[in-house]
């Protein structure tokens, strides 16, 4: 049975820091690309950041240089360690598997962040 299970989020101020993890099951992850997603109220989701099965990362231009992507095949888990966050990152994160820059799986049930100003 395929799971996402996403954890970390929170609340925080703006400027601090927030690392984000997701836990995969029932896929071969180390085959798999990942990305991370955010939703925010009121819009669509977005991909933020991806890793490859290689390692190659690629971020969204509204939060590079600031988060992180990466990842531990041998736990089966992908990290965003999200840095200088802003009030305009609060959102609901997600992870997923990326054919491409296309996700794959059904959505896990996030991680809330909420940033304030």
């Known amino acids: 049975q395929v799971q996402l299970v996403e954890s970390g989020g929170g609340l925080v101020q703006a400027g601090g820091s927030l690392r984000l993890s997701c836990a995969a099951s029932g896929i071969i992850f180390s085959r798999n690309a990942m990305g991370w997603y955010r939703q925010a109220p009121g819009k669509q989701r977005e991909l933020v950041a991806r890793i490859t099965s290689g390692g190659s990362t690629n971020y969204a231009d509204s939060v590079k240089g600031r988060f992180t992507i990466s990842r531990d095949n041998a736990k089966n888990t992908v990290y965003l360690q999200m840095n200088s966050l802003r009030p305009e990152d609060t959102a609901v994160y997600y992870c997923?598997?990326?054919?491409?820059?296309?996700?794959?799986?059904?959505w896990g049930q996030g991680t809330q962040v909420t940033v304030s100003s």
């Open positions: 997923n598997a990326l054919t491409g820059f296309i996700a794959t799986l059904d």
